[in-house]
């Protein structure tokens, strides 16, 4: 490879959790390395916290239009930033649970084992925690895998009208839990915020970006320390990669080729680590095609791009007569359907069911902008704002398993999507167990005799939960990554977002990517001595 100032020792594609932590990891080994990011910093300004902007007219979300395979067309939920989606995430981190990691039997199929298991990760995740600031608490959550370290961060207190919540499903049996959330926020005993606490009990919170930099996200976490401690650490925004090139063996990536300001560069490294999530990165594999790739880069299995995952999400919202006034909403989790009746014996059922969490707190408009006016002949005297104060917001996550045939895909230069959902039965019978706990600890329905809950599935274009369009495995027929993550058919390429998962589980994936991050650095650090 030529020198000069567009050779460097490593490029990271990709400023999203995975990418920006490996180069947090890094840049400690003193190599060049270049970070590419296809955004820019996601600007401070008044409507971060404009529910009309942000969710309304979609302000911070890739200006694109992709496929679905009904031949609709939709806009991916996709954040091109410097900190990627995390900018907008939930900042809700989760380490798989210990079973996640074997073979789980579901109503419509079983999800994969994966080729290593938690104990190889569970070093990471305590790293991960700890970077990333996890406020949580150990021991309440029965179905949360052994740790070596507690969370590195006390537990954000529950607000009174959450409190109560708690004590309504531990009276009923349940075990809820303080979520474990990334964010830089200081209170005291009474849940009262100290006066430099960066994050703020306000409601813009899960899906809006931090107006404060409150939220643990991966600009503010790793991009921007890293680029302050450390000078052979470069960022390059406003910079999109077109399609990496091999060598004429085509082991070797050779060069990046990237568009600056309408200019199209090479790059050069020894090693490349691609990190633009599951999505971006198969789509970047797949028009990387030569004469030595020709179905895509790396895509000798046919697996590139494959067996996409996104969780089988929903938000539901639950109207109560008792107003809850609660600012900070999103501090407890619910576990106890997770598992099929023989792990979970709150769940009846053979099968898994998911995941229950509190979202963001809704306001007046984000009612109005979801789709509920429908619904206000039920309620002819009252206004969005007041549904809003009587709201208490839920956010369902059931497994989802990966399938061939759900993938992302170029037809005739157009983006294509192809999702077919699965586990239904197990989403709907994990909303019904919702709805029969609200009846059960004092959240009553408004009207409707105690039945007026409505919720509205995540549609295609929510992509928030992306993974496995590249899964990692030992067979290089099967798998498009190996055990290190690296490219079977490529020497120096790396993958360090979702795509590598085999499977899903039932809670959000970030900490397992920022884990896996932290793993393939690590390895990376060691090859280039």
């Not at 598992?339 to 898994?352: C, I, M, T, Y």
């Not at 009553?444 to 928030?464: N, S």
Request: charged share 25%; proline share 7%; glycine share 8%.
């Amino acid at each position: 490879m030529a020198e000069g100032a567009d050779r460097y020792d490593i490029i990271i594609v990709g400023s999203g959790p995975g990418g920006a932590t490996a180069a947090w990891r890094l840049a400690p080994t003193g190599k060049r390395i270049l970070l590419i990011e296809r955004g820019g910093y996601l600007p401070r300004e008044r409507e971060n916290w404009d529910t009309h902007e942000v969710f309304g007219k979609a302000r911070y979300q890739a200006d694109e239009n992709w496929k679905s395979a009904d031949g609709a067309t939709f806009k991916p939920g996709l954040h091109y930033w410097v900190g990627g989606n995390s900018k907008l995430y939930g900042a809700a981190l989760f380490r798989l649970r210990e079973t996640d990691f074997h073979g789980v039997r579901h109503v419509d199929g079983v999800s994969p084992e994966w080729p290593l298991k938690y104990d190889v990760f569970e070093p990471y995740y305590s790293q991960a925690e700890k970077l990333y600031g996890v406020h949580g608490v150990r021991d309440e959550d029965p179905t949360e895998p052994w740790a070596s370290a507690p969370y590195p961060k006390p537990p954000i207190r529950h607000e009174p009208r959450i409190a109560e919540l708690a004590d309504g499903l531990k009276r009923e049996g349940l075990h809820p839990f303080h979520l474990p959330i990334g964010a830089w926020i200081e209170e005291d005993e009474n849940g009262v915020i100290a006066p430099d606490s960066p994050c703020l009990r306000c409601d813009p919170f899960d899906g809006y970006p931090s107006l404060t930099n409150g939220k643990a996200d991966a600009q503010i976490v790793c991009v921007d320390p890293t680029l302050k401690a450390h000078p052979n650490v470069t960022l390059m925004t406003g910079a999109y990669v077109e399609r990496l090139l091999t060598d004429a063996s085509g082991r070797t990536v050779s060069g990046v080729e990237t568009m600056v300001a309408g200019e199209r560069r090479v790059f050069s490294a020894d090693i490349v680590l691609v990190a633009c999530g599951a999505l971006s990165s198969a789509l970047l594999f797949l028009r990387s095609a030569n004469d030595k790739h020709p179905r895509g880069l790396a895509n000798g299995s046919d697996q590139v791009g494959r067996n996409y995952m996104r969780h089988n999400n929903a938000t539901v919202l639950a109207i109560s007569r008792t107003p809850n006034p609660t600012q900070f909403q999103k501090t407890l989790g619910l576990n106890d359907f997770y598992h099929g009746k023989a792990l979970s014996p709150a769940n009846a059922w053979e099968f898994p069911l998911g995941h229950i969490q509190m979202v963001g707190k809704s306001d007046g408009a984000q009612v109005e902008l979801e789709g509920m006016p429908s619904l206000l002949h039920w309620l002819p005297q009252k206004p969005f704002d007041w549904i809003a104060r009587h709201s208490i917001d839920f956010w369902l996550t059931t497994e989802d398993l990966p399938r061939p045939e759900n993938r992302v895909y170029y037809r005739d230069g157009v983006t294509h999507l192809d999702v077919v959902d699965t586990n239904g039965e197990s989403a709907a019978r994990l909303r019904e167990q919702l709805r029969a706990i609200c009846d059960k600890v004092d959240i009553h329905p408004h009207l409707l005799d105690r039945r007026l809950y409505f919720g509205k599935d995540v549609p295609i274009g929510g992509t928030a939960h992306q993974a496995g369009t590249m899964r990692f495995g030992e067979d290089p027929l099967t798998a498009v990554l190996d055990l290190d993550c690296r490219a079977h058919e490529l020497d120096n390429l790396y993958v360090v977002d979702a795509s590598f998962f085999p499977s899903i589980g039932a809670v959000n994936p970030t900490l397992t990517l920022i884990a896996n991050a932290l793993r393939v650095a690590e390895i990376v650090a060691k090859r280039i001595g």
